[in-house]
């Protein structure tokens, strides 16, 4: 149906959009679509992190990780303060 190139665009489209959702959820104080930004963001990244792995691109596989640790490190720092 979809060829893996187009898989993958669509798997970094959602990711960065959800990120954006997270970093515009977050700027206006919006606690539940805050979380689920962030749900959204860890299961498309683990989802994409493997795509891009199994189809041997890796420099974009560490790009999806840096994406869902700094969305991940910003919950667990910036939350508790």
Known sequence: MF????IITILEVLLVA???IYAVAYGTDSLYATV???MSTF??????I???????????SIYN???VVFV???VMFFWNL
């Open 3 to 6: 060829t893996k190139e187009r």
């Open 18 to 20: 959800s990120v954006i």
């Open 36 to 38: 689920y930004a962030a």
């Open 43 to 48: 299961v498309l990244g683990v989802i994409a």
């Open 50 to 60: 493997l795509v891009t792995v199994f189809n041997r691109k890796f420099f974009l």
């Open 65 to 67: 990780f840096l994406l």
């Open 72 to 74: 991940f490190a910003h």
